[in-house]
T-cell receptor
Framework: AQSVTQLGSHVSVSEGALVLLRCNYSSSVPPYLFWYVQYPNQGLQLLLKYTSAATLVKGINGFEAEFKKSETSFHLTKPSAHMSDAAEYFCAVSVAPYGQNFVFGPGTRLSVLP | DTAVSQTPKYLVTQMGNDKSIKCEQNLGHDTMYWYKQDSKKFLKIMFSYNNKELIINETVPNRFSPKSPDKAHLNLHINSLELGDSAVYFC????????????FGEGSRLTVL
């Protein structure tokens, strides 16, 4: 079965600083990988996804992630944090059939300091 | 128009009561899900329906009963509510079973007193 770990349950950055949220996965077959964002009192919104095409994936709001098979990682980055990026971020892994086999990581809460 | 909508958004009730949460999606998707998010934000799938047919039924107490009258609706009924049922319940949908992109509703926060 697949699994996801996210290093750091809480990450704080200053406004304008680099955002790096870590995600490592485990899967015995080629996975799809996702990052979702959850703003307070809202549902989850897809930021970006890797589905076996380009390893560098660009998403919404200036975020991107790179799939590194050798490191089993899919870290999320953004060059310059904005106050509005403060939210909970979830990494997820899925294998075929993809809709049925979603596994979410425990989440990382991002705080952005002025 | 909200793609995946859930009602109610907040629900406060006493132990032992029965309650329902409704979910509707207007995306034309075939597959719908219920997820539970606990107080530590951990997300776990509860049920999955594809074209009104139950596909996934995780180890959820049988007090929880999903119902899908058509592929655009997936409701969750909970009998004999317990304190541990307090959580945020999310409905989600995907185009089909093989599409790995989930669209989530805004969640229904259930508080059992």
């Amino acid at each position: 079965a697949q699994s996801v770990t996210q290093l750091g349950s809480h990450v704080s950055v200053s406004e304008g600083a680099l955002v790096l949220l870590r995600c490592n996965y485990s899967s015995s077959v080629p996975p799809y990988l996702f990052w979702y964002v959850q703003y307070p009192n809202q549902g989850l919104q897809l930021l970006l996804k890797y589905t076996s095409a380009a390893t560098l994936v660009k998403g919404i709001n200036g975020f991107e992630a790179e799939f590194k098979k050798s490191e089993t990682s899919f870290h999320l980055t953004k060059p310059s944090a904005h106050m509005s990026d403060a939210a909970e971020y979830f990494c997820a892994v899925s294998v075929a059939p993809y809709g049925q086999n979603f596994v979410f990581g425990p989440g990382t809460r991002l705080s952005v300091l002025p | 128009d909200t793609a995946v909508s859930q009602t109610p958004k907040y629900l406060v009730t006493q132990m032992g009561n029965d309650k329902s949460i409704k979910c509707e999606q207007n995306l034309g998707h075939d597959t719908m899900y219920w997820y539970k998010q606990d107080s530590k934000k951990f997300l776990k799938i509860m049920f999955s329906y594809n074209n009104k047919e139950l596909i996934i039924n995780e180890t959820v107490p049988n007090r929880f009963s999903p119902k899908s009258p058509d592929k655009a609706h997936l409701n969750l009924h909970i009998n004999s509510l317990e304190l541990g049922d307090s959580a945020v319940y999310f409905c989600a949908s995907s185009r089909d079973l093989n599409t790995g992109e989930l669209f989530f509703g805004e969640g229904s926060r259930l508080t059992v007193l």
